[in-house]
T-cell receptor, first 113, second 114 residues
Framework: DTEVTQTPKHLVMGMTNKKSLKCEQH?????MYWYKQKAKKPPELMFV???????INESVPSRFSPECPNSSLLNLHLHALQPEDSALYLC????????????FGPGTRLTVL | RKEVEQDPGPFNVPEGATVAFNCTYS??????FFWYRQDCRKEPKLLMS???SGNEDGRFTAQLNRASQYISLLIRDSKLSDSATYLC???????????????FGTGTRLQVTL
């Protein structure tokens, strides 16, 4: 299995909702990432997990809460989002080696109403 | 100054043409470099790693100049299917966290036409 899967593919939520994005990989990668991508912009790093521990938080607002239950799963819990949080949320994974090629999932397209 | 800079394009070229993309990065501590390709409304996909000695994969050639902090991608004999956004990506290993960070350029849009 050489892919990263993400669910759901699309999500529409109100500003008072609580929802979660899920990401899974079975490549044995010990680093997992969340990125946010707005239209016509490059992906921007949000969080990095290394060996299931949060190692980087790029000053992301607390309404985004990541969780890594085990080495294959990565969640992003969403609460009280704003319309400007609408974007494509990409999960990626990589082996912890010198040259960190990252493999991306297809993303979840989030719309906040 | 942006950490990774690319000409956003678009580059409109006919099939069969050769096209070159350039990229510069600001952090001299960056350790490895990649070109990713992203199709419209899809995720980025790794196209190739970039090495100082230069490397080639079929019609694609990548080059890195560490002294100038400059990365290039050359596409020969362009195909319609090459139409996409090409993202220059710089990797920095963060030793204190045993993790790393990828920084993406804004991407260069390529449109190959008949």
């Amino acid at each position: 299995d050489t892919e990263v899967t993400q669910t759901p593919k699309h999500l529409v939520m109100g500003m008072t909702n609580k929802k979660s994005l899920k990401c899974e990989q079975h490549m044995g990668h010990r680093a997992m990432y969340w990125y946010k991508q707005k239209a016509k912009k490059p992906p921007e790093l949000m969080f990095v997990y290394s060996y299931e521990k949060l190692s980087i938080n790029e000053s992301v607002p607390s309404r985004f809460s990541p969780e890594c239950p085990n080495s294959s799963l990565l969640n992003l819990h969403l609460h009280a989002l704003q319309p400007e949080d609408s974007a494509l949320y990409l999960c990626a994974s990589s082996p912890l080696s010198s040259y960190n090629e990252q493999f991306f999932g297809p993303g979840t397209r989030l719309t906040v109403l | 100054r942006k950490e990774v800079e690319q000409d956003p394009g678009p580059f409109n070229v006919p099939e069969g043409a050769t096209v070159a993309f350039n990229c510069t990065y600001s952090n001299s501590a960056s350790q490895s470099f990649f070109w990713y390709r992203q199709d419209c409304r899809k995720e980025p996909k790794l196209l190739m790693s970039v090495y100082s000695s230069g490397n080639e994969d079929g019609r694609f050639t990548a080059q890195l100049n560490r002294a100038s902090q400059y990365i290039s991608l050359l596409i020969r004999d362009s195909k319609l299917s090459d139409s996409a956004t090409y993202l220059c990506v710089v990797h920095l290993r963060l030793g204190y966290t045993n993790s790393s960070k990828l920084t993406f350029g804004t991407g260069t849009r390529l449109q190959v036409t008949l």
